[in-house]
């Protein structure tokens, strides 16, 4: 199993390009997430979606939107690039929690994006 | 609302020196807490979690409901120790929010 997948590793945009990051998973797991990743600031949640075919917001959802394709993929579009959103971009996701216990959030190696 | 506060930036320590990284929380709700950790260009990966009162990698951490603390804990550092350390904290069932890291460098 190749676990969580990001595409690309990398990306250098200019202020106003657009572009998605994808993400796909072959856990068969309900929920995925993306997070936005800055220093000082820890990991902050941007969207997430409990299942296919829904998608909700999380802490930092300005400038972004999400498509929850199929169970495996999660994509994140940035419409118009700010430098503001320079970051490492990490999707991750979670089985169903079980009863009485919360299950483990696998993560994907990241995504090192620059907005010049 | 919920937290989750990692007052270190940084923590230093020579090998086989004790580490406490310290985690604290704010949360109406019965806590569910974790540790990840993420080594230098690696992914994040779940360290330990409070609920397995489990130990890895000799790291502990026990969840202080009174002093709403869950400090990760581990007697002598070793040199393959140093990362970046967050703690979490799950809320609506689902979702993790993250402190914002503390940095461990362990010198040989």
């Known amino acids: 199993n190749a676990g969580v997948t990001q595409t690309p590793k990398f990306q250098v945009l200019k202020t106003g390009q657009s572009m998605t990051l994808q993400c796909a998973q072959d856990m068969n797991h309900n929920s995925m997430y993306w997070y936005r990743q800055d220093p000082g600031m820890g990991l902050r949640l941007i969207y997430y979606s409990a299942s296919e075919g829904t998608t909700d917001k999380g802490e930092v959802p300005n400038g972004y939107n999400v498509s929850r394709l199929n169970k495996r993929e999660f994509s994140l579009r940035l419409e118009s690039a700010a430098p503001s959103q320079t970051s490492v971009y990490f999707c991750a996701s979670l089985t169903l929690p079980g009863t009485g216990s919360y299950n483990e959030q696998f993560f994907g190696p990241g995504t090192r994006l620059t907005v010049l | ?108």
């Open chain 2, 1 to 108: 609302a919920q937290r989750v506060t990692q007052p270190e930036k940084l923590l230093s320590v020579f090998k086989g020196a004790p580490v406490e990284l310290k985690c604290n929380y704010s949360y109406s709700g019965s806590p569910e807490l974790f540790w990840y950790v993420q080594y230098s260009r690696q992914r994040l990966q779940l360290l330990l979690r409070h609920i397995s009162r489990e130990s890895i990698k000799g790291f502990t951490a026990d969840l202080n409901k009174g002093e709403t603390s869950f400090h990760l804990k581990k007697p002598f550092a070793q040199e393959e120790d140093s990362a970046m350390y967050y703690c979490a904290l799950a809320y609506n069932t689902d979702k993790l929010i993250f402190g914002t890291g503390t940095r461990l460098q362990v010198f040989p």
